[in-house]
């Protein structure tokens, strides 16, 4: 890289005339194509979001919120003015907490089982946890269902967390994992010489050093677990989850609080995010 | 430097009774018994994988002994988790806590011990490494030097009985390691508390420890001080191991005066019957050892004035290299292989060069006699085990 | 201090034989009590349904009779038989949608690893950002993006685009929804992140020295990719490949919102037949020949890009 610009240099220097002029701004390109290439799919990325947010502030015309008509913030200012809207995102944001819980629990104890000692059956274990990530949630999704629906179980809030726990277990898993196993086991015994009990070992010294992991694995399990459909529309029965809402208005007609409510999920989350990068970039050397 | 403020520890000695440590099938120490005496400096020499690792583990408790039991101070600890030993350990690669500072890192123990002021002694622990200024820094931010001197600090604020080092040098480039030898002996002069230290290097073995324990294979070799086991090596492990060695195969002609009479290499070679470890009747096969630098070089046409009574074998200069204070020669001698020979600098012979026929002597006293039947090979670099030793802790 | 304080291993004393030491068993159960919640879960919740799914798929009956298992594997062929252009669809959906994904996110996930330098950080929240908007408001964007009258249909119409295209199938008249070119876009947009996400980690992982290693070993920047750029970042492409190929084969939420009938995936059978058609056999057929199909892809394409490492 920096050879060939070094020679380019010199030579427009020595010919800096007409031909090498006419190729510069294809010199430019060729040398920018991968920047180009990947700032159009950045573009491709956010325009939904882009359109979500300008329609958010749409009036439209009839049932569906899919054409441009006139600007207005009804929607803004009446969030919650379509029946059963908040009730669905509410229940989406219960469930989600509960089953981040739960797999975050669960999946960081195999985690360290995994990583910390040594057993038989540790193939199968890997195998088990892996298998949900490989596998179309709709495989799942009907299964799950099938199940339920042989035992007789009733579908709902219940049926959902279940699901929800199982499907994010595998992610915790394999975040925490990740972190445990990079982690010095010495810095255990380290504890465990300068008088720390096995507990406060755990406590003072394990937990905060996986604790990134364990973040992450919870904040996926978050994310499955709120924008989750396909497995929720298998085994929630007559529960309307909010993803489940936004189904059934693309059938119904969309009303534009679904835009409203999209975009500020996506500004809340920005804002963690920039958020947790600042207290991240004062934290950062003391991460390895 | 002193400490005024806490009762000065006078260290505890160590009394490891037949400790031993298999995992599965593969024994990582042999039975041993070993006893570090009280206030010294301790250390267990080996290549990597020979135990010393294990060993050391074993006495902070690390590691549960397959047999045997570990005393401290004449209490027997073998039961206790290392949470509960008055013994501190400075890991490999310090183990300093990521997350915590320096500060905190070293205040951990006294912390866990339910110490409530701890401020005066971290800061008095500090300025003693020198890192009072460090002390909000996170580990990370610490040059090498610095965060050994962390883990240093860390572990002996808490006035263990014996301090623990497990290779603390070694991530440590060469002039850094020096200085640090030095100062590890000050605060271990100072502080008095037992040290019982691990290393590969047998310099700094040599330089620091009063006592050193040569390991090989999970068992003691030898263990003495360090120029008694460089004068008198017990076995071609510890004679190649800790500096290099000249042996040569010869067998017992004459036995039962005060040096033995020796045939090796179509020559006769006398070796004081005192410093034989091997069994010395006539007819037995024996290893005759020298230093190198207890070895002279005389050019063949001079063999004459070499001093009478030294031994003497004939050769020829293979490779010769000048390293400032001394040369260091190659010497293709018929029927002993090649002998190493360290001549100091002082006058030069020109003659001496690659190719030239000469005459190796010595002082027959400085002669060691080893049992034949073993590896002329053992304990030379590269002859090492391999890894097991770390790898299974 | 000298060295016969510190007596030599056989000159001290042992009176007793050594006692064989053992860990006590509470500690050694530790790793499965640690175990036993979550894969208990996965086993009553994943595995088990799994296999009863297999059962199911071998019963007959009817809703009001009751199902019974009468090994019946016709339910296979028939299924088979019927539905096969939406297995061959989806199975054809899902790998243009993994290749798209594969060659519009790799700039993307290079510009981050190499060139991004300060922007870095926000140029990965970007790329993780949308996630926190349901993916089912923005497929539903896509409608409004791709519509009749807006302005991608008109761009693509004035430059005679979609006359190629609906010459080549991909399209329909003048229109973009409800054709196989939507669907596919919607595929590809909503896994993308999945194939940045691996593909940046792998490629974040290389030395950027050995890029310079590569160019002063004569090597030109377009051989360095070649040659050392990409062998080197074969796990995320195998992992991002996976992560985007399985879910975008057994979707059916993109065919629904954004395509017709004649675009529907196995994805949109196996939910209408368990959903609205209650036929539990046929859905668990289709979904075990699903899981089977993908399993073995999945296995092959491991093996021949020889990183089993990856689980």
Known sequence: ????????????????????????????????????????????????????????????????????????????????????LCGSLGLSLQIAVWATVGATVLGTMIAFALARYRFRARAGVNTLIFLPMAMPEVVMAASLATLFLNMGIQFGFWTILIAHIMFCLSFVVTAVKARVMSMDPRLEQAAQDLYASPVQTFLRVTLPIAAPGIASGALLSFALSFDDFIITNFNAGSTVTFPMFVWGSAQRGTPVQINVIGTAMFLVAVLCVLAGQMAGTRRKRSKK | MTMTHTPQSSGGDVRLSQISKTYGSFTAVHPLDLTVPAG??????????????TTLRMIAGLEDPTTGTVELSGEDVTALPPYKRQVNTVFQNYALFPHLDIYENVAFGLRRRGVKSVKKQVEEMLDLVQLGPMARRKPQQLSGGQQQRVAVARALINHPQVLLLDEPLGALDLKLRRQMQLELKRIQTEVGIT?????????????????????????????????????????????????TSNLIEAEVVEAGGEDLLLRAAGTKLRLPAARCS????????????????????????DAASVTDGHNRLPGRIKDASFIGVSTQYVIEAPGAGEISVYEQNITRDGRLIPGAEVVVHWNPAHTFGLDAAQSLLAGKTGAAGADLDEEAA | MTATEAPAPPESDATEPPALRRTPTRKRLVPYWLLLPGILWLLVFFAAPLVYQASTSLQTGSLEEGFKVTWHLATYWDALGEYWPQFVRSMGYAGIATALCLLLGYPL??????????????????????????????????????????????????????????????????????????????????????????????????????????????????????????????????????????PAAGDYINAELLGSTDQKMIGNVIQSQFLRVLDYPTAAALSFILMAAILAMVTIYIRKSGTEDLV
């Not at chain 1, 701004?25 to 573009?43: D, E, H, K």
């Not at chain 2, 040290?195 to 030898?222: I, K, S």
């Not at chain 3, 876009?185 to 194939?195: D, Q, S, W």
């Not at chain 3, 310079?212 to 992992?239: C, Q």
């Open chain 1, 1 to 84: 890289m920096a050879a060939t610009e070094t020679t380019g240099k010199t030579t427009g220097k020595t010919a800096g005339t007409t031909p090498r002029a006419t190729a510069a701004p294809l010199r430019w390109l060729r040398r920018n194509v991968v920047i180009l290439a990947g700032l159009a799919t950045l573009a491709y990325l956010i325009l939904p979001n882009v359109v979500v947010m300008v329609f958010s502030f749409n009036k439209p015309h009839g049932r569906f919120n899919y054409q441009w008509q006139q600007f207005s913030t009804d929607a803004w200012t009446d969030p919650c003015g379509v029946a059963d």
């Open chain 2, 40 to 53: 010294s400096f301790f250390a267990l020499l080996g290549a990597s994988g020979c135990g010393k690792t």
């Open chain 2, 195 to 243: 040290f019982v230290h691990v290393t590969h290097d047998q310099e700094e073995a040599m330089t620091m420890a009063d006592t050193v324990a040569v390991m090989n294979g999970g068992r003691v070799e030898q263990l003495g001080a360090p120029a008694d086991l460089y004068e008198n090596p017990a076995t071609t492990f510890v004679a190649n191991f800790l500096g």
């Open chain 2, 278 to 301: 091997a069994s010395a009747a006539a007819g037995d096969k024996v290893l005759a050892g020298v230093r190198p630098e207890k070895m002279a070089l005389a050019h063949a046409d």
């Open chain 3, 109 to 246: 996930a290079y510009l981050i690893a190499f060139k991004a330098g300060r922007w870095r950080n926000v140029v990965m929240m970007l790329v993780i950002a949308p996630f926190f908007t349901s993916f089912l408001i923005r497929t539903l964007a896509w409608k409004t993006i791709l519509a009749d009258g807006g302005p991608v249909v008109g761009a693509l119409n004035s430059l005679h685009i979609l006359d190629v295209t609906s010459a080549l199938g991909i399209t329909e008249g003048h229109r973009v929804l409800a054709t196989p070119l939507a669907v596919v876009c919607g595929l590809t947009y909503n896994f993308l992140p999945f194939m940045i996400l691996p593909l940046y980690t792998s490629l974040e992982r290389i030395d950027p020295r050995l890029h310079e290693a590569a160019g002063d070993l004569y090597a030109r920047p377009v051989t360095t990719f070649r040659r050392v750029t990409f062998p080197l970042s074969m796990p995320g492409v195998v992992a991002g490949t996976l992560l985007t190929f399985i």
